[in-house]
């Protein structure tokens, strides 16, 4: 998606339920025809995509819920919608409370209430919208209940939207598929290719089914625009353990020299062309993620005849761990965004202290100032603008009919971020507006105590996120506090904001933070009905030097994100010498690096905002 056709699309949401008792009438009238008594309506969508295409949005169309997580099961005579505590507040606006129940969304939440079903009931799902290991999971819970999981297609949904009175569905993407050049990729998709060959080859693998988007954008050095806020085309592949692979898209996708850019050694076909060349492994091992594909694909390998082996997609830890081209673009990437965005943080501490803007009018305004640098190829999320109450709330979405005025006293949270050839970013600042309550100064100090103790950390290789993740608490646990959140999560460059498999937070990561690894660090404190705070700046993991008599290989942080922290906010009584002199040297740094970038009067601000603490 081009800067020029970057929206929010999430302004146009109204408090008004979207058609939840039409939509449901709808579903169970093709349910009923089908034997079913309950039908499973998972967000994601046949790609396993956190951000969907219109085409896809299933469980908004059925529930009018928007979020980017959530489920619902449809009986003849309930409604279930889960979503979990991030939308609190929007799925109770979007949800008809005479339709849906509204229940927390975890991890065997569609499980659990499966396993409550009436015996001898009959739950329908669409195989191709489900993961094997989440199905393993219902499968369980349906068969200690009675009840019997059948899968249906084409799904009953699907048929439903397309034959409704009510707003059309939309026609699925077809944006034009286009070459990521190497200035940018780093390593030629040849040489990827021949390295995952490798590992294919060594242990015995004919060949590795490529469902995810991000994969496919990785692996060819190839970028699209079918999913919003990430440049990623949908479609599938098959990678040999000689180096060649097919790669599966809709032929209107393909652009003027794609296929000179792909190679010989890359085939290209149709969607419909995949389960015709799965047959040329028959009685071979095929490799398959069961995170990131689904069901619909493991069954197809078998019905081929070829062995599923369930494994981590190829490209997910070589894609993850960025190469020194990416390194050096998102870099560059990250410092030009921080110039947009200081910006933006001088007109929220000057102008708008006055004016006053609602949360709408801050978030388009941030909009406005990334698209007028020129290089924006779209947000990499919508903009999480939360005034008072609402910065509470850590995935809010604001909306025409909840927007918010700010006023003199509280707290704005702004969460934003954009896509860049180059690289992605995703930053949050929380600033004052007028003067902040000793309250607010403590807790956000306790906060910003938490990032600095990620941001300074050393750690030996083979250190995952989640033994780190205590680190940005430990501050606000001493006080009993705590957030509900992840402290970070892996980011991708221009590709997903959201990217796999590292992760910073409580729950087990299996994954070792690598060299080349991009994390967010983003702890946060959140005042129900009151405030929100939050601070977050991406960094990457890199080598770092061990102390003298040391053993172990070490890795450390370095910081990718710059924008001032609202020193009004911080108590530096609070802070040790050591944390002062970390934010002295990043407000140094952000001077240095952001002038450059910034006019006159923004620059005299940036100077008078980062003067030493």
Same mark, same amino acid.
């Given at each position: 998606?081009?800067?020029?056709?970057?929206?929010? =699309?999430?302004?146009?949401?109204?408090?008004?339920?979207?058609?939840?008792?039409?939509?449901?009438?709808?579903?169970?009238?093709?349910?009923?025809?089908?034997?079913?008594?309950?039908?499973?309506?998972?967000?994601?969508?046949?790609?396993?995509?956190?951000?969907?295409?219109?085409?896809?949005?299933?469980?908004?169309?059925?529930?009018?819920?928007?979020?980017?997580?959530?489920?619902?099961?449809?009986?003849?005579?309930?409604?279930?919608?889960?979503?979990?505590?991030?939308?609190?507040?929007?799925?109770?606006? =979007?949800?008809?409370?005479?339709?849906?129940?509204?229940?927390?969304?975890?991890?065997?939440?569609?499980?659990?209430?499966?396993?409550?079903?009436?015996?001898?009931?009959?739950?329908?799902?669409?195989?191709?919208?489900?993961?094997?290991?989440?199905?393993?999971?219902? =499968?369980?819970?349906?068969?200690?209940?009675?009840?019997?999981?059948?899968?249906?297609?084409?799904?009953?949904?699907?048929?439903? !939207?397309?034959?409704?009175?009510?707003?059309?569905?939309?026609?699925?993407?077809?944006?034009?598929?286009?070459?990521?050049?190497?200035?940018?990729?780093?390593?030629?998709?040849?040489?990827?290719?021949?390295? @995952?060959?490798?590992?294919?080859?060594?242990?015995?693998?004919?060949?590795? @089914?490529?469902?995810?988007?991000?994969?496919?954008?990785?692996?060819?050095?190839?970028?699209?625009?079918?999913?919003?806020?990430?440049?990623?085309?949908?479609?599938?592949?098959?990678?040999?353990?000689?180096?060649?692979?097919?790669?599966?898209?809709?032929? +209107?996708?393909?652009?003027?020299?794609?296929?000179?850019?792909?190679?010989?050694?890359?085939?290209?076909?149709?969607?419909?062309?995949?389960?015709?060349?799965?047959?040329?492994?028959?009685?071979?091992?095929?490799?398959?993620?069961?995170?990131?594909?689904?069901?619909?694909?493991?069954?197809?390998?078998?019905?081929?005849?070829?062995?599923?082996?369930?494994?981590?997609?190829?490209?997910?830890?070589?894609?993850?761990?960025?190469?020194?081209?990416?390194?050096?673009?998102?870099?560059?990437?990250?410092?030009? /965004?921080?110039?947009?965005?200081?910006?933006?943080?001088?007109?929220?501490?000057?102008?708008?202290?006055?004016?006053?803007?609602?949360?709408?009018?801050?978030?388009?305004?941030?909009?406005?100032?990334?698209? %007028?640098?020129? /290089?924006?190829?779209?947000?990499?999320?919508?903009?999480?603008?939360?005034?008072?109450?609402?910065?509470?709330?850590?995935?809010?979405?604001?909306?025409?009919?909840?927007?918010?005025?700010?006023?003199?006293?509280?707290?704005?949270?702004?969460?934003?971020?954009?896509?860049?050839?180059?690289?992605?970013? /995703?930053?949050?600042?929380?600033?004052?507006?007028?003067?902040?309550?000793?309250?607010?100064?403590?807790?956000?100090?306790?906060?910003?105590?938490?990032?600095?103790?990620?941001?300074?950390?050393?750690?030996?290789?083979?250190?995952?996120?989640?033994?780190?993740?205590?680190?940005?608490?430990?501050?606000? !646990?001493?006080?009993?506090?705590?957030?509900?959140?992840?402290?970070?999560?892996?980011?991708?460059?221009?590709?997903?904001?959201?990217?796999?498999?590292?992760?910073?937070?409580?729950?087990?990561?299996?994954?070792?933070?690598?060299?080349?690894? &991009?994390?967010?660090?983003?702890?946060?404190?959140?005042? +129900?009905?009151?405030?929100?705070?939050?601070?977050?700046?991406?960094?990457?993991?890199?080598?770092?030097? &061990?102390?003298?008599?040391?053993?172990?290989?070490?890795?450390?942080?370095?910081?990718?994100? !710059?924008?001032?922290?609202?020193?009004? @906010?911080?108590?530096?009584? @609070?802070?040790?010498?050591?944390?002062?002199?970390?934010?002295?040297?990043?407000? %140094?740094?952000?001077?240095?690096?952001?002038?450059?970038?910034?006019?006159?009067?923004?620059?005299?601000?940036?100077?008078?905002?980062?003067?030493?603490?």
């Amino acid at each position: 998606m081009t800067a020029d056709s970057a929206h929010f =699309q999430h302004f146009d949401v109204t408090t008004q339920p979207a058609q939840g008792v039409t939509n449901v009438r709808a579903l169970r009238h093709e349910m009923r025809k089908l034997g079913l008594d309950g039908f499973i309506v998972p967000h994601e969508d046949e790609h396993q995509n956190e951000y969907l295409p219109d085409a896809n949005e299933r469980l908004a169309w059925v529930s009018g819920f928007t979020g980017s997580a959530g489920a619902a099961i449809i009986f003849m005579d309930r409604a279930i919608l889960f979503a979990d505590g991030r939308y609190t507040l929007q799925s109770r606006e =979007q949800t008809d409370p005479s339709v849906f129940e509204l229940e927390d969304f975890h991890a065997t939440a569609l499980a659990d209430t499966v396993a409550i079903a009436p015996r001898g009931s009959v739950i329908g799902y669409d195989p191709g919208l489900v993961s094997p290991f989440g199905l393993n999971a219902l =499968q369980a819970a349906a068969d200690g209940a009675g009840v019997t999981l059948k899968a249906v297609s084409p799904n009953p949904l699907d048929l439903a !939207w397309e034959s409704s009175r009510g707003t059309a569905r939309p026609a699925q993407p077809m944006a034009l598929i286009v070459p990521q050049p190497l200035d940018y990729a780093g390593v030629a998709s040849g040489d990827k290719r021949a390295h @995952l060959a490798n590992v294919l080859k060594s242990n015995h693998i004919a060949a590795a @089914l490529i469902t995810a988007p991000s994969s496919l954008a990785w692996l060819f050095n190839i970028r699209g625009g079918d999913v919003i806020r990430s440049p990623l085309p949908l479609g599938q592949a098959i990678l040999k353990a000689d180096g060649s692979a097919e790669l599966f898209i809709e032929p +209107a996708k393909i652009s003027e020299g794609l296929l000179e850019w792909l190679g010989n050694e890359v085939s290209v076909g149709g969607p419909n062309d995949v389960q015709a060349s799965l047959k040329a492994f028959a009685g071979q091992n095929v490799l398959i993620d069961a995170n990131l594909s689904s069901a619909y694909w493991l069954e197809a390998i078998k019905t081929a005849g070829a062995t599923p082996l369930l494994a981590d997609d190829p490209c997910l830890l070589p894609r993850a761990c960025k190469n020194d081209v990416e390194i050096a673009g998102t870099t560059a990437a990250h410092i030009r /965004d921080g110039a947009l965005l200081t910006t933006f943080l001088h007109w929220v501490a000057t102008e708008a202290q006055d004016t006053l803007p609602t949360e709408i009018e801050v978030a388009r305004k941030l909009e406005s100032i990334r698209k %007028a640098g020129g /290089d924006l190829r779209d947000l990499s999320f919508d903009t999480i603008s939360g005034f008072g109450p609402h910065g509470a709330l850590p995935h809010y979405k604001v909306n025409v009919a909840s927007d918010l005025k700010t006023a003199k006293g509280n707290l704005l949270l702004v969460d934003s971020g954009g896509q860049f050839l180059d690289g992605t970013t /995703d930053v949050t600042r929380t600033v004052a507006m007028g003067e902040p309550s000793n309250e607010h100064r403590r807790m956000f100090t306790l906060v910003l105590k938490g990032h600095i103790a990620l941001a300074m950390v050393k750690f030996p290789a083979g250190t995952t996120g989640t033994h780190l993740d205590a680190l940005a608490r430990q501050f606000l !646990w001493a006080e009993g506090f705590d957030y509900d959140h992840g402290t970070g999560h892996g980011v991708g460059v221009y590709l997903g904001v959201h990217e796999g498999p590292q992760r910073i937070a409580k729950a087990l990561n299996r994954y070792a933070l690598q060299t080349g690894m &991009i994390v967010s660090n983003e702890p946060g404190f959140y005042k +129900a009905g009151e405030f929100g705070i939050r601070i977050e700046n991406l960094q990457y993991v890199t080598e770092a030097e &061990i102390p003298e008599g040391g053993e172990r290989p070490m890795h450390r942080f370095e910081n990718l994100t !710059w924008a001032p922290i609202d020193r009004k @906010l911080i108590d530096v009584a @609070l802070l040790t010498p050591a944390e002062r002199a970390y934010m002295d040297r990043y407000h %140094a740094l952000c001077v240095e690096l952001l002038s450059p970038l910034i006019t006159p009067e923004v620059r005299n601000w940036l100077i008078e905002v980062c003067a030493p603490l």
